[in-house]
């Protein structure tokens, strides 16, 4: 199969890859040059572990390139996928297509032959039948269809998430298409991957509320974590006491600063938007979406509280950025809007980030310092604040992050640490729900 992939980002550039490592011919189009650019030189612009050795891989084995000519990957493709972002659209919350539908009208120009064009980006319920719209108005001979297949990987694994995913979703309206993406997906038999065709409206729905069911279980643990902070219940025990119950399962419990991402934040507030369009308001989800922007707002009165009421003119050292670990993303990251709160209300703020630094730079206060290790970062800091649960924060030498603070307190917003070893080490301790 020759696939084109428009949008060569975190799913473009990941779906890519996988499917050239699956034996594909794949092409990957961006309008960004300088991403295509650093593609094509073997640079990646994003990190994501193992990508590099993929795309380069597969670059060298001749079944990957890249271009900014969308025109003549598409005339060349059997299949074309649409991977541009679907960010919040300004003012009212729903998805932004204004990419997905200036995408569809680029690929109608460009299509000879039969070709599937397939959503890949987050959509709402409809969205492939206007793009069927558009490309049927723009180019009203062309032999096509469109269908439907949401991206469930995540950040940090998305590779094993693309190449070993628990399900595949595609929407499709007749079986020409859906021929094709069993063609696309055919390696994926050898682990028995279970493949659901439905029809398009039902795939775009499904990835919403997946999204929106994983955030409401997220948000639940949060609100259980405030009740067990005012009972004197751990929350961690309480994770595990109904998440050994299979009905729940235990991921997605683990009580934290709210969930933050390039994703649930705006794929929830899309879905509010859908049911309201429709009529059909989804209460529950208004709600995880009002309880998880409170939440963020909340962690900072919590650091005030563990700094004995206040950080004016305290130094807060904050570790860890991104919205979650095994990634640079920082979009909605949970640290945007703590940092800025805590140099608001009088802080001076030194952070440390494995990955998020450069990206951070754009987006947070530029009075803050950053650091390049987490001890550089607590050294004369009244207080140590963990916002991501990178590894390398897990293992940290207490006796040594001890010396380099002027306060011995430590806020664990991941609750990484057990709280009696850091008390040892000489801490005041703080985390979630505990
Ligand atoms: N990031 C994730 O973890 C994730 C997971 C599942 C689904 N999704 C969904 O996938 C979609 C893409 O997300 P992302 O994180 O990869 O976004 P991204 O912003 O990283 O990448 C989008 C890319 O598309 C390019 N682009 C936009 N319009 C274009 C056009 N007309 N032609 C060529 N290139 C164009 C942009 O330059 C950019 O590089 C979104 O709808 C998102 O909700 C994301």
Redesign the pocket.
């Known amino acids: 199969m020759r696939v084109a992939m428009?949008?060569?980002?975190?799913?473009?550039l990941v779906s890519g890859a996988c499917f050239a490592d699956f034996g594909h011919t794949v092409i990957c189009?961006?309008?960004?040059a300088s991403?295509i650019d650093a593609l094509m030189q073997g640079q990646i612009p994003i990190y994501e572990p193992g990508l590099d050795v993929l795309v380069n891989g597969n670059r060298f084995a001749g079944r990957l390139t890249f271009t900014t000519d969308?025109t003549s990957a598409v005339a060349d493709a059997d299949a074309v996928f649409i991977?541009?972002?679907?960010p919040t659209r300004r003012g009212d919350g729903h998805a932004d297509l204004s990419?997905v539908y200036?995408?569809a009208e680029?690929i109608a120009a460009a299509i000879t032959g039969y070709t599937v064009v397939v959503t890949?980006?987050?959509v709402p319920v409809g969205t492939a039948d206007e793009v069927e719209a558009i490309i049927r108005r723009v180019a009203p001979d062309a032999d096509f269809s469109v269908a439907s297949n949401p991206?469930?990987?995540?950040?940090g694994a998305a590779i094993d998430d693309f190449k070993r995913p628990d399900r595949v979703v595609v929407g499709a309206e007749d079986e020409r298409a859906r021929e094709v993406m069993r063609q696309l997906y055919r390696p994926l038999n050898l682990n028995e991957t279970p493949i659901l065709f439905t029809n398009r409206r039902t795939a775009e729905l499904t990835k919403y509320a997946a999204n929106a069911f994983l955030a409401m279980k997220i948000t639940f643990i949060n609100e259980m974590a405030d009740i067990c902070e005012k009972t004197g219940a751990n929350v961690q025990d309480v994770a595990r006491g109904i998440g050994l119950d299979r009905r729940i399962g235990s991921k997605f419990l683990h009580a934290g600063p709210g969930y933050g991402g390039?994703?649930f934040p705006k794929d929830t507030l899309a879905l509010v938007r859908t049911a309201q369009q429709y009529q059909s308001p989804t209460r529950i989800i208004e709600a995880v979406v009002e309880v998880n922007s409170e939440r963020k707002r909340h962690m900072v009165d919590k650091i005030e509280r563990a700094c004995n009421g206040s950080v004016k003119g305290k130094t807060v050292s904050v570790l860890g950025l991104t919205f979650k670990p095994e990634t640079d993303d920082m979009r909605d990251a949970p640290s945007l809007d703590i940092v800025p709160a805590l140099i608001e209300r009088g802080a001076t703020v030194r952070a440390h980030d494995p990955q998020g630094m450069k990206e951070a730079k754009h987006l947070l206060p530029d009075s803050v310092v950053y650091c390049d290790t987490p001890y550089e970062a607590a050294l004369n800091s009244d207080a140590v604040v963990i916002i991501t649960e990178w590894n390398e924060y897990r293992a940290l030498d207490l006796a040594r992050l001890a010396k380099s603070l002027r306060g011995a307190i430590m806020v664990d917003l991941r609750n990484i640490y057990d709280m009696a070893e850091v008390e040892r080490a000489g801490f005041s301790y703080t985390g979630i729900g505990r």
């Open positions: 428009i949008g060569s980002g975190y799913v473009g189009v961006d309008k960004d991403k969308l991977a541009v972002g679907t990419y200036a995408a680029e890949k980006s987050t991206e469930f990987l995540r950040e390039s994703c």
